[in-house]
């Protein structure tokens, strides 16, 4: 996979960042993104490294734009960069974790019948039920504020689409996100979920289907898998395939440092 697609998304994955944000603040070799009213939520509120910083100086620039939080996270774009700061960045008490960058190669399925495209306040219930499942120790402010930040990513890109699929009820079972730059000609799909309570229904297979033929005028189509979790085989057996990593490094409340 050439270079410069690794570096198209590094780059649309940049500009959400700092599009959603609330408050921007330039550093040396990335941003720091924040959004005080999500102030739980790592995604919301981290550092973006893009480019070569020094990785001794890391932690501390984290601190310095990071300090008024509980926890502290680095996302590094750049796998190379990334795997650099790691020895480093464990040292000062950061686990690390790697995000496999997926990119659709298969021929766009025309799902029998389609998800949906529903508003935010749609989503609600089903996505605040599934984050107790999740989180069942989290204080309840923390809960909802996971399930509001959405509200910031309809800034990320030139259309967000919150897409879903209902139970014969009308309960939402499965839900995703879709990030569309149509002039860029790029598409993120995020947050593939079905609720505990509606698997094995095929529903995660009509939302992501359904994203892939809303982002058809894209010539690239990524999303972000755990590399040692199912859904990247999951992904893959849909026409996904891995082409490259990027890094997360967080330390949370209480971590040592080492």
């Not at 300090?67 to 960045?89: E, F, M, P, Q, Y």
């Not at 019948?113 to 996505?127: Q, S």
């Not at 959405?150 to 879903?164: K, N």
């Not at 058809?216 to 990524?222: A, M, N, Q, S």
Request: hydrophobic fraction near 45%; charged fraction near 25%.
């Amino acid at each position: 996979m050439p270079v410069e697609v690794l570096q198209r998304i590094a780059d649309f994955r940049l500009a959400f960042a700092r599009r959603q944000a609330a408050v921007v603040e330039e550093v040396a070799g990335g941003v720091a993104v924040l959004d005080p009213r999500y102030a739980a939520s790592y995604e919301n509120n981290q550092l973006v490294v893009d480019g070569a910083p020094d990785p001794d100086g890391l932690p501390a620039l984290a601190d310095s734009v990071l300090g008024h939080l509980k926890h502290r996270r680095i996302t590094v774009l750049d796998d190379v960069v990334g795997g650099g700061c790691a020895s480093v960045l464990t040292a000062a008490g950061y686990g690390h974790e790697t995000e496999l960058v997926m990119a659709y190669a298969g021929n766009v399925g025309r799902p029998e019948e389609p998800a949906r495209t529903v508003r935010l306040g749609e989503l609600r219930d089903a996505v605040v039920r599934q984050l107790r499942v999740w989180m069942p120790r989290a204080e309840e402010h923390v809960v909802q504020q996971f399930a509001d930040r959405r509200a910031a990513r309809l800034r990320g890109a030139d259309e967000v689409r919150f897409l879903a699929v209902r139970d014969a009820d009308g309960v939402v079972g499965s839900w995703a996100d879709l990030y569309l730059d149509a002039v860029r000609g790029v598409a993120q799909i995020e947050d593939v979920v079905t609720a505990d309570t509606h698997v094995r229904r095929g529903y995660a297979d009509t939302v992501l289907a359904t994203a892939l033929q809303h982002a058809e005028g894209c010539g690239l189509v990524f999303l972000l898998a755990d590399p040692g979790d199912w859904p990247r085989q999951w992904y893959a057996r849909r026409g996904f395939v891995a082409i490259g990593r990027s890094h997360v490094f967080t330390r949370a409340p209480g971590q040592s440092r080492r």
